[in-house]
């Protein structure tokens, strides 16, 4: 078998088949296929697609490139669920105690962060002793015992995702739907969990911009899920503005926990509400969606799903006081607001400016050398649709870093686009696609 | 500018400008721009194509990433000639001192062979004492005083094109026409003639199989021509078997002589004539083509064009006896004939393995450290069309290599296919393409 000969394949438009993805990730990960022969075929790839089979294949590959974890010994079905991520997620901090809070397993690995915020693990860390790095033993028996635990992810998770996604990242390749499925899903089906719920971002912040393509790109993953024995639910959500209104580590911690009082902002209210239900009902946690709601909305308010969180945070070492009173989490010693310089409707709002924004407060790193500031970071207060007065208050900022503060300010500001005439309010969830079909709301 | 943004920009059709090719073939010559970003943009380029400006600004980089050759100290137009090449083609030992003897300056520089037989040069070295290491002043000299000369290619033609193609050749992306196009034409222009001749190969044996594709190459290649001010003509002539009946380096010195002669195989003739009146014509060697095309048969008959080959192998150096008397040239010390093993009307051959029978008697190199054996070939007197009958002799087979016979025996025959109803003999010259259009024959 020759590389050559499988890109002219998928150059002519022809299938490949399992033995030549076989070939292609082992010659690739073992460094006897040249990337420039890798690039030619991710190209060819780009144009030609790959099928539903394809898809499969690659993935099937790529997800045993490295260790594939087995969570066997956990009592139970467990469900993971994967976000495609975006400013001021918070979503991993308040799902996964309110999904245990309801009976289900929730054994997750996350990931350090790189760009406007921390990921789950860095916001974690906020917490005084909160401790990620248990060994996989460990890991299974803090499930069993107290049906939650968040870890840190073992390195060799499909390592030839890390590499084809590298090379992807500087050949102008990312933008394939098979490609990203079979990068998405690799992942998540090397972290062994029994099924998955997939938040696929769409609008102006992610990186589909149009519901169509991320209906596409969630029917492929579902499509894989379903292929590989491993039941796949995808809630396609809007990622137009920041997700809740903090920003920063500690900030997203104290808005989790608002959360899991049954406070908090709307939007990452309902949001919770959604991924915790389908993944309770997936999880034998309830018979239905909709029971499966009716008892995460009761968690949220008896208490329960904030009893879990200090029960989780404890069991990893973790501080309780700073959950119970989340005035003792990290702050950072500049407080200053941001005054709105227009007048007017906000029209739309640059997530990923705000981010940055917040990043070079000290809140999230430029490279992965940098060390965070866990109190640093923003609260911004408004959505869009709100009407504004030039001089109101947007918002508040907290660092450590004074000469960062004008920049930030301007950032923040110059994100912003108004209207003179009303905006309506977007609309956050926005469809369900399963291996059954797809659902729009 | 980012190598990035440019891959992006001709993935999504876009046209690229001047200043990213020179970006392009400037960073991948000096090693700033990494392979595997250079295949990702000729597969690219591969779906959706070049324009004409693209395809002309191209060229120019690549002409301009060597050396460019300064042939205006020669009096006269001097018109180069391309061929894509094939089995036994002897035309350039023809046309050079055929040109020449109808007074129109011929400065050629050549290359050796890899593959079936030699190069022009290798074949130039059959001739006892041929010097094709001759510096540009001689070159130019040579010319001045014999109206031709024929030497090596100084190692510096167009560096970047040898780059390119050699990353083509393992990525699957050689067959598209711009970059064939861009390729030979870059070479061409940068061997500093004042006008073309293209013979593009169209047929089984060929690189372009169709008609139409050979008519599409050809007018990219002479629009490239037009719009670098460089008069362009291409012929295209059918590559479905092997061109006269010579393969090896001295049998083909020997063939070209027996035309030079006015005789030789009809196809090899009549290729020679086509050629050599265009070349005639443009160069200002006669009004017409036809004007052209009576000289040239005229000096083929009255030995003009023989006395110059004479002329030119001895202003080179080369001893003039190979010429007048080629039994002097170069022998091998086994001769065998080659027997018709079924019979039939002769459907299709396939040149190329007849060449590689050749190859491994001697007479072409496997890898550029083989040594030729000048006497090594064959002799395949069998065109389509013709009927034969098992046992007869289809040609002959010379060679030092005993143990290598009866595998070029069947491979020369397992080359051939047959009908038992009668076969059309196939049209050799099939079009000529100009910058004011397509004349088909």
Known sequence: MRMYDIIAKKKHGEKLTDEEFDFFINGYI????????????????????LSREETVALTHKVMHSGDVIDLSDIEGIKVDKHSSGGVGDTTTLVLAPLVSSC????????????????????????????????????????????????????????????????????????????????????????????????DVKVGSGAFVKELDGAIELAQEMVNIGTDMGRETVAIITSMEQPLGYAIGNANEVREAIDVLKGQGPDDLRDLCVKFASTMVHLGGGADSFEAAKEMVLENLSNGKALEKMVEFVTAQGGNKENILNPDTLPTSDIVREIKADKTGYIKAIQSDDIGIAAMILGAGRETMDDVLDMGAGIYFNKKIGD???????????????????????????????????????????????????????
Request: hydrophobic share 40%.
């Open 387 to 441: 009407y504004v007065e030039a001089g109101e208050v947007l918002g508040t900022l907290m660092t450590n870093k004074a000469e960062k503060i004008d920049e930030a300010i301007q950032m923040t500001l110059d994100a912003l686009e108004y209207s003179e005439t009303e905006v309506a309010k977007s609309q956050l969830i926005k469809a369900k696609v399963t291996c059954d079909g797809v659902e729009k709301y």
């Open 103 to 198: 009976g289900v397993p929730v054994a997750k690995m996350s990931g350090r962060g790189l760009g406007h915020t921390g990921g789950t693990l860095d916001k974690l860390e906020a917490i005084e002793g909160f401790n990620i790095h248990l060994k996989i033993d460990e890991f299974v028996n803090q499930v069993n015992k107290n049906k939650v635990s968040v870890i840190g992810q073992t390195k060799n998770i499909a390592p030839a995702d890390k590499k084809l996604y590298a090379l992807r990242d500087v050949t102008a390749t990312v933008d394939n739907i098979g490609l990203i499925a079979a990068s998405i899903m690799s992942k998540k089906l090397a972290a062994g969990s029994d099924k998955i719920v997939l």
């Open 30 to 49: 073992n460094d006897e296929i040249p990337e420039y022969q890798v690039s030619a075929l991710l190209m060819a790839i780009y144009f030609q697609g």
